[in-house]
């Protein structure tokens, strides 16, 4: 079975500053891995994802993240935070690419301080 | 295109009544999905469909049916509303249109709660 771990529910960082959002997964069969972004009363948007090649993944928003087999790992992060990142982000792994069923991990809202 | 699309935005119920979320899509996907977002939790999958007349069971799939006569419409029932079925409800799509990964499009999502 395939699971997703986001510690933590909550990170603040500052305006120009770092930002790392961490996921770890278990999958018993290669994964694909996700990151979608949602903002307040809104449905999810996919950031970035990765199925197979290059294991740096370049998404939308100036996010990228980068899977880490040995670590079992795909964090997230972006040079600078900006006021608009503001949101709640969730870490999703598939055992498929060609199948609908996603589980994610518990979220994690992220704060950003002028 | 619309994309996903969910009505209602907003439903209150009270226990026991019954009801029915709807959920469509106008990108001709084969895949189809349910989640429920829990504060918490994350979301975490109700029912899902590979093709019209195909559905299966998710990790929450009690107190709620599905059906999917065609290929736009999932709508998910809730048979007997009881209040751990408050949640938010969001509805995905998937299809071969996006390439070798099934990326999923969620709808807005319906605010239900049961009192």
């Known amino acids: 079975a395939q699971s997703v771990t986001q510690l933590g529910s909550h990170v603040s960082v500052s305006e120009g500053a770092l930002v790392l959002l961490r996921c770890n997964y278990s999958s018993s069969v290669p994964p694909y891995l996700f990151w979608y972004v949602q903002y307040p009363n809104q449905g999810l948007q996919l950031l970035l994802k990765y199925t197979t090649g290059a294991t740096l993944v370049k998404g939308i928003n100036g996010f990228e993240a980068e899977f880490k087999k040995s670590e079992t790992s795909f964090h997230l992060t972006k040079p600078s935070a900006h006021m608009s990142d503001a949101a709640e982000y969730f870490c999703?792994?598939?055992?498929?690419?060609?199948?609908?069923?996603?589980?994610f991990g518990k979220g994690i809202t992220l704060s950003v301080r002028p | 295109n619309a994309g996903v699309t969910q009505t209602p935005k907003f439903q209150v119920l009270k226990t026991g009544q019954s009801m029915t979320l709807q959920c469509a899509q106008d990108?001709?996907?084969?895949?189809m999905s349910w989640y429920r977002q829990d504060p918490g939790m994350g979301l975490r999958l109700i029912h899902y469909?590979?093709?019209?007349?195909?559905?299966d069971q998710g990790e929450v799939p009690n107190g709620y049916n599905v059906s999917r006569s065609t290929t736009e419409d999932f709508p998910l029932r809730l048979l007997s509303a009881a209040p751990s079925q408050t949640s938010v409800y969001f509805c995905?799509?998937?299809?071969?249109?996006?390439?070798?990964?099934?990326?999923?499009?969620f709808g807005p999502g319906t605010r239900l709660t049961v009192t």
């Open positions: 995905a799509s998937s299809g071969r249109a996006q390439g070798l990964t099934y990326e999923q499009y």
């Open positions: 990108m001709n996907h084969e895949y």
């Open positions: 469909s590979v093709g019209a007349g195909i559905t």
């Open positions: 999703a792994v598939s055992e498929s690419g060609a199948n609908s069923k996603l589980t």
